[in-house]
T-cell receptor, first 112, second 115 residues
Framework: DAKTTQPNSMESNEEEPVHLPCNHS???????IHWYRQLPSQGPEYVIH???SNVNNRMASLAIAEDRKSSTLILHRATLRDAAVYYC?????????????FGKGTKLSVIP | DSGVTQTPKHLITATGQRVTLRCSPR?????VYWYQQSLDQGLQFLIQ???????AKGNILERFSAQQFPDLHSELNLSSLELGDSALYFC??????????????FGSGTRLTVV
């Protein structure tokens, strides 16, 4: 199984950018990189995903290294509502199915 | 509201009992996934259904079973409950089944407490 490595926790000041790193040195050529976040007492929430190129959406940006062995989720201006556990996940596809395997994630604290 | 509906939100039951958790996927989504989240294990994938058929199995115990009905809602049945089954159970849905190029949408979960 392709695995990811993330720091256990990070802190950020409110309204500053946050860069959440993820290492995935065993990624295969067809694995997508997904980011989800889970706010306290809620279900996980999709943030962004990508394959090779950098991706932007209204929530965040995803920067993918050229060799695809690492990626960084960028929150451009952290707010208190961004305090959550952020999961970096590689999609695993079998015959006619896929599932996302969640690791421990990074707990992001936002300081007012 | 994510569009994925899970009922009930909370459930308290005794050891040895059987419960059924229900999930209605987001409109248009054909795949349903069940996850278990306990304090010490994190989010564990249990099982996936796509358009009524089982597609993938994860760490699902033999005491647990699931199905997806023609209207695409899904039920997770947990039997012979043990204290260790106490957890949050999440359902997620997505449009397709294979080689994802889109995200999952999660429900808000069912908190099961076994006493």
């Amino acid at each position: 199984d392709a695995k990811t490595t993330q720091p256990n926790s990070m802190e950020s000041n409110e309204e500053e950018p946050v860069h959440l790193p993820c290492n995935h040195s065993t990624i295969s050529g067809t694995d997508y990189i997904h980011w989800y976040r889970q706010l306290p007492s809620q279900g996980p929430e999709y943030v962004i995903h990508g394959l090779t190129s950098n991706v932007n959406n209204r929530m965040a940006s995803l920067a993918i290294a050229e060799d695809r062995k690492s990626s960084t989720l960028i929150l451009h201006r952290a707010t208190l509502r961004d305090a959550a556990v952020y999961y970096c996940i590689l999609s695993e596809s079998g015959a006619g199915s896929y599932q996302l395997t969640f690791g421990k994630g990074t707990k992001l604290s936002v300081i007012p | 509201d994510s569009g994925v509906t899970q009922t009930p939100k909370h459930l308290i039951t005794a050891t040895g009992q059987r419960v059924t958790l229900r999930c209605s996927p987001r409109s248009g989504d054909l795949s349903v996934y069940w996850y278990q989240q306990s304090l010490d294990q994190g989010l564990q994938f249990l099982i996936q259904y796509y358009n009524g058929e089982e597609r993938a199995k994860g760490n699902i115990l033999e005491r647990f079973s699931a199905q997806q009905f023609p209207d695409l809602h899904s039920e997770l049945n947990l039997s012979s409950l043990e204290l260790g089954d106490s957890a949050l159970y999440f359902c997620a849905s997505s449009v397709g089944s294979d080689r994802i190029n889109y995200g999952y949408t999660f429900g808000s979960g069912t908190r099961l407490t076994v006493v």
